[in-house]
T-cell receptor, first 119, second 115 residues
């Protein structure tokens, strides 16, 4: 399994441009997440999905959009890029697991990240 | 609000010394707790997890963590630091509510290992 893959690895955008960050997982995980990571600020959840066709906002959704048409793919769309969106973006997925007991899922598996600069 | 506190944003140890990274959490449900490691310019990798089994959890690379309910703590330790342990470490707890398997994250601790 390749796990969670993200493309591109690096991108420089001009203010006002748009782009899509791609995320794919081959582990048949129901749950998927997009985070951004800024120095000293930890991980902030942008959007998440509990399954194909279902998405919801996280802590910092403004300026972003997502879709989940398949179990495998969870792209993140940036419209009208702003300097405040300069960050490292991580996609993660989580298995369904069992509802109780040991090894009940919840662990998240991360992609390698996309480093985005908006100038 | 639910939270994870990692005491010390930067920790420095000598090679061969004990590593202790502290994590305290809040949770209104039985907690599931996690430690992740992030090497420079990489994604996060699961080190170990606690999901209500043994309170002393062993992970990869010689790390272990002990769940102490009375102290709401889940500190990460390693008996002897290696240069390759230099990285950012994150503690996380499962969110109280919702069927979304979200995690609440600490801000991270940067570990430096000195020769």
């Amino acid at each position: 399994n390749a796990g969670v893959t993200q493309t591109p690895k690096f991108r420089i955008l001009k203010i006002g441009q748009s782009m899509t960050l791609q995320c794919t997982q081959d582990m048949n995980h129901n749950y998927m997440y997009w985070y951004r990571q800024d120095p000293g600020m930890g991980l902030k959840l942008i959007y998440y999905s509990v399954g194909a066709g279902i998405t919801d906002k996280g802590e910092v959704p403004n300026g972003y959009n997502v879709s989940r048409s398949t179990t495998e793919d969870f792209p993140l769309r940036l419209e009208l890029a702003a300097p405040s969106q300069t960050s490292v973006y991580f996609c993660a997925s989580s298995p369904p697991g069992r509802s109780t007991g040991q090894g009940s899922g919840y662990e998240q598996y991360f992609g390698p990240g996309t480093r985005l600069t908006v100038t | 609000a639910q939270s994870v506190t990692q005491l010390g944003s930067h920790v420095s140890v000598s090679e061969g010394a004990l590593v202790l990274l502290r994590c305290n959490y809040s949770s209104s449900v039985p907690p599931y707790l996690f430690w992740y490691v992030q090497y420079p310019n990489q994604g996060l990798q699961l080190l170990l997890k606690y999901t209500s089994a043994a309170t002393l959890v062993k992970g990869i690379n010689g790390f272990e963590a002990e769940f102490k309910k009375s102290e709401t703590s889940f500190h990460l330790t390693k008996p002897s630091a290696h240069m390759s342990d230099a990285a950012e470490y994150f503690c996380a707890v499962r969110a109280n509510a919702g069927n979304n398997r979200k995690l609440i994250w600490g801000l991270g601790t940067s570990l430096a290992v000195n020769p």
